[in-house]
């Protein structure tokens, strides 16, 4: 079991037990602590340290420092958090002031829901972050806006301090300090721990205050855990009419529970970061939570909280799941080892990324970058130019992004370097769009001289370093989903990579299933075993080249299907699939060809609602091919239903009229 | 006539004429003006100011303070420039040194000549620059690459101060202050001014030198035109071996020509940042640097230098040129007076980007934010969400890659924004890589919610952003063609933008020329004049939508042509063309379709000699269109010539052999 504080309990003691606005922030922080806690639980994942070091300031900001924040009422202020991870203590406290539905508390990372990251969808969110270091930037555009409609209003930006290493924070910091922006107020939530390990072991800030001053701005630092000197701060900054205003605010990654408290003894990795944490770290932090609170309860002379129960989540884990970056991690440092040229970057996510035996074992070849994206893509340029072979590392969603004119830089020297892109594509759908990468193929599949390139097992991984590091004279970029997968095919025992070509997975004659990486080829063939309980015979083909289509195959292998359907765990407009069916017009095979793949913004939710909703699950891969096949030439006589409210995609048939079912 | 220095006189000047290091120097740096002044004349823009006020520094380094940069001898020191725009200083020095062909004095910005931005190509050139900002990062990986290799010597790096708006350049100092990496040295070439106006009229950087310093750099500053200043400055350098090192020099931008010294009295803007002086001014120039350096070669006892004569330049200028950004602009401005929503932002491109009058008539809704486009597509978004309507203008090159990350967040904020791409495409060629914009299409293609268009007359441009403002319901990307043109079709009277769906600017049975744009349009109706006096009958389709293609449009317009010629001023691999070929195949039209477009990194050269080095200009499209069409289905006996040369792209007919021809 699992449990939460329900809204009664935090109407009486988060908000009526105390006339004292500093106590009851006090208690109402930890109440939120709990529900957050709950809704980490339910979701499976989710930011803690993040979100209790900034719990404290967010509570009292809300409750007692700001005017109505996001209210649209006149003067109201307004509050966005800029690193975004810590929106689940946000929603907690939302919830708990009644800004939001209180059944939300159950529906973190869910459909239709609480995304894993701030949208403006939800009430009350200001802004869509988790991109970091945008906030500041976003803070002065409102503010100017503000300013052209004669509004006024403080506009207060929480920043992490590991985001403080994305170099558009000094790019936002000039103007707002030039132009006198005095509404604005950054609070760096200064929790001396980021994703990896200690901001100061991964890029060091060095004085953070003098950073700020030396870009034009007023700067105060204080305790973000002791409200009065918050209080005192913001009192002070309210002096202040003609600049902008940064508070410098000392946190504890996981300040509330003891043992979440930053990096243990002798521990160089924190552990509360991203994940859900176990039952036990669970109920012992409720229980230690609960336990401060009761106290306080009772020198307030009150009864104890009363936690309403709920059931633990059911989740089905995989049973021999397929664990790429893990396998394309060890095969890295395998030829690491026999090769003095290769170094490893990365900014900021080791683990995510399958390096940190590599950084373990040769250290002196491993660059931590920070959340400095752009800094790391082009420090691997300089490597290159210098005769290494630089392997840079990220997930997909940023590297592919927030450095895209770098690597189309790095290309434009013509040396080799190895993108490797992780956590790519619709699934996992927790974090939401800011982490979901939908369309990088897209991004980077035109830079001159960069072969993209998906691999869809364990052994496919393997075999893209290899192939990437020993065979290719050029650039490449390796996307790999993170999600461990049970995989129902395997590759064939010969099977070796040759550029532009694809392999059958799994042979028949009516239709072929055309794509790339684990998600979708595995419900590709789950979809073929439902089609062939059907009687219509689906091939299984991957395809892991992204951006090389090596038209005699797509003729040789694909032109004697009917009907052909490709999947892009990517947006459909300029994926992999737009180039197969564009190779098909090439090369004259006529075929009725459905593309499927995302139309819209990726949506936040459990990996199987994301996938159903965008059209992706084995289901929706059914209903297309159904759609696609001719159903004079199938063997029972059915209609052609068309695709249904999953069925995302562009599909038309031969002459007739254009079909085209897009949902969002 | 135009005049240089040519190399024997380079000898006995600059290289002998005394014996005082810094008087040589002296003589050195005038001489490469003179130089750099005909080169630029030669190639018709390159940029005079940032060469001149940067000169005195390089040639001091590379005569005196460096160890023989970039020649690979043991101890050797690196040196090269961020900024890129003062690549002609560089070269000018380069060949008078002979380390560069003296014949390449004649080839800036031609087609296997001297590049308009730095290439590595280029003998002594040490990494690619014209993209700001990544400078400092690449240094960093090279001292890296050098320490790992156990090799010593110093990496030098010449950044603007304009180009410290960007935010990578803070990404950078931390990391390499923290490492201590000694053997970087940055110089900021402090001359005050950028492309548009101050530096600190467009984002005042304040005090630069704090800023270093709060970033852990040692910090001097000196007279960047005093070589007595500098060589003591390095002096003191060289005795600090645990930290970066950074020399703020002040310098004048056009120093060394008095007229093009700095801003005139009363002047906002600059007059010679980027293009090539009236030969007037030219000619005063020369006359200025000549009787400077004669004065002094009289105090030294020697004679007057003897310029050497060349032909000015012939330059064919169109007769009735359309400029799609100033119909842009226009229009804009007529709108935004009846529309007090729509506000305008700039990263330092005024003129480029048609938005002058905009600004001189609405400055209150007018936000310059300088060289930080990740910042100003950001503040958009900010702007957005407070209920205006932000246009955002850069160079689709910058505007599509540097802020890709923040373009897909803000579209995943569902509010509406009109991103304006100036300078799209292959041509100018001049500039180079850095500048050329040919896979944009690609990085912002599966934006969500984003439609892309580029018009291709003035006409159209006024229709596209009137679309975008008035009828697009969600965001735009408009990209348009900076370079004037002569036109040779005019779109139909009654034409109206129909998302998706082009119209026939030329009838023709035989093939379809399909694109977007007036450089390729332009030279596909001079491709359609050849073919008919071939008797072939080419039409050529307007298809101005980049990222949307209505099916039913392709074919009720495109299913009747035998053969289709795709035409991408843009990567071939996922531009227009691919996706006008995927709806073939999704359509059932069967035609022969080839695709012509880039398929390597853009050449710098003249307009006519990259168009045609790409396979893009109109007899390579018409070789194009005579390989796609049937040849028993053309009026005159005739072979089927493969694509030449310049026939890029990728084809393929019927179910015949696979036939590709991609040149770089």
Redesign the interface.
């Known amino acids: 079991m699992i449990s939460y504080v329900p809204l009664d309990e935090i109407q009486r003691v988060g908000r009526a037990a105390s006339a004292d606005p500093i106590v009851r922030a006090e208690l109402l922080a930890d109440l939120c602590r709990i529900n957050t806690l709950y809704m980490i639980m339910q979701a499976g994942s989710g930011h803690i340290g993040s979100s209790f070091s900034s719990m404290d300031l967010v509570v009292w900001l809300w409750t007692a420092a700001l005017v109505d924040p996001n209210s649209g009422a006149p003067g109201a202020d307004t509050y966005f958090s800029s690193k975004g991870h810590d929106a689940p203590a946000l929603y907690a406290l939302l919830i708990a002031l009644e800004k939001l539905d209180f059944a939300l508390l159950h529906r973190l990372r869910r459909l239709g829901g609480l995304p894993g990251h701030p949208?403006?969808?939800t009430p009350f969110i200001?802004?869509?972050?988790g991109?970091l270091?945008?906030g500041i930037?976003?803070?002065?555009?409102?503010?100017?806006?503000?300013r052209?409609?004669g509004r006024t209003g403080r506009i207060v930006v929480m920043t992490g301090d590991g985001e403080l290493?994305?170099?558009?924070?000094?790019?936002?910091l000039?103007?707002v300090?030039?132009e006198r922006l005095s509404e604005i107020t950054v609070i760096v939530d200064h929790n001396k721990l980021q994703s990896d390990a200690a901001v100061s072991a991964v890029?060091?800030?060095?004085?953070i205050a003098?950073?700020f001053?030396?870009?034009?701005w007023e700067v105060r630092r204080a305790d973000g855990h002791d409200l009065r000197a918050i209080r005192d701060v913001f009192a002070d900054f309210a002096t202040l009419a003609d600049r902008p205003k940064a508070l410098i605010a000392d946190t504890i990654k996981g300040k509330g529970v003891s043992f979440m408290e930053g990096l243990a003894h002798g521990d160089q990795t924190y552990h509360f970061h991203a994940g859900a944490p176990s039952l036990k770290d669970y109920v012992a932090g409720v229980d230690e939570l609960a336990a401060r609170v009761n106290a306080r309860l009772k020198t307030l002379g009150q009864g104890a909280i009363a936690l309403a129960p709920a059931p633990f989540p059911d989740r089905t884990a995989p049973v021999r799941p397929e664990r790429l970056v893990v396998a394309y991690g060890d095969e890295l440092l395998q030829m690491a080892r026999q090769r003095p040229d290769i170094?490893v970057l990365d900014a900021d996510l080791l683990s995510d990324c399958g390096i940190e035996a590599f950084k373990e074992e040769l250290p002196?070849?491993f660059?931590e970058?920070?959340i400095?994206e752009?800094?790391?893509?082009?420090?691997?340029?300089?490597?290159?130019?210098?005769?290494?072979l630089?392997v840079v590392h990220s997930y997909a969603?940023?590297l592919s992004?927030?450095a895209?004119?770098?690597i189309?830089?790095n290309?434009?020297?013509?040396r080799k370097i190895i993108y490797t892109a992780t956590l790519a594509g619709l699934v996992p759908g927790g974090p939401g769009?800011?982490h979901q990468s939908?369309?990088d193929?897209?991004?980077i599949?035109?830079?001159?001289?960069l072969t993209a390139i998906e691999p869809c097992s364990e052994r496919e991984a393997r075999l893209a370093i290899r192939w990437a590091v020993e065979q290719n004279t050029g650039s490449s970029y390796l996307r790999f989903v993170n999600v461990p997968l049970d995989l129902p095919y395997s590759l064939p025992a010969s099977y070796a990579l040759e550029v532009g070509r694809g392999v059958m997975l799994r042979a028949g004659g009516d239709v072929a299933l055309v794509g790339y990486g684990p998600v979708l080829l595995g419900n590709a063939w789950r979809a073929a075993d439902e089609l062939a309980a059907q009687g219509i015979g689906a091939a299984v083909i991957n395809l892991p080249w992204l951006?090389r289509i090596d038209?005699?195959w797509v003729?040789d292998a694909l032109?004697r299907f009917p009907a052909i359907v490709t999947l892009d765990n990517?947006?459909v407009?300029?994926?992999q699939?737009?180039?197969v069916?564009?190779?098909?017009?090439?090369?004259?095979?006529?075929?009725?060809?459905?593309?499927l793949g995302?139309?819209?913004?990726p949506a936040c939710g459990s990996n199987a609602e994301v996938l159903a909703h965008h059209g992706l699950d084995a289901p929706s891969i059914v209903r297309a091919a159904l759609s696609c096949c001719d159903p004079s030439t199938l063997p029972r006589a059915q209609g052609r239903p068309e695709p249904g409210r999953g069925a995302t995609g562009?599909?038309?048939?031969?002459?007739?009229?254009?079909v085209?079912a897009r949902t969002r």
Not at 165 to 172: N, T
Not at 374 to 388: D, K, R, T, Y
Not at 411 to 414: C, F, G, L, M, S
Request: proline share 3%.
């Open positions: 949208d403006v969808e200001a802004a869509n972050t991109s270091g945008m930037s976003k803070a002065y555009g409102m503010a100017r806006a503000q052209l409609a290493q994305e170099g558009q924070i000094w790019e936002s000039q103007p300090a030039n890029s060091d800030l060095g004085a003098d950073k001053r030396a870009f034009g170094v002196a070849r660059v970058c920070g400095a752009q800094h790391m893509v082009s420090a691997a340029g300089g490597m290159a130019l210098a005769g290494l630089p969603c940023f992004t927030r895209n004119e770098h189309y830089n290309a434009t020297e013509r769009h800011s939908v369309r193929i897209s991004a599949g035109s830079i001159p001289g951006n038209e005699a003729r032109g990517h947006s407009t300029l994926g699939g737009v180039m069916a564009a190779a098909l017009a090439r090369t004259g095979v006529r075929a009725d060809v459905l593309s995302l139309t819209d913004t562009s599909r038309s048939t031969g002459a007739g009229p254009k085209e």
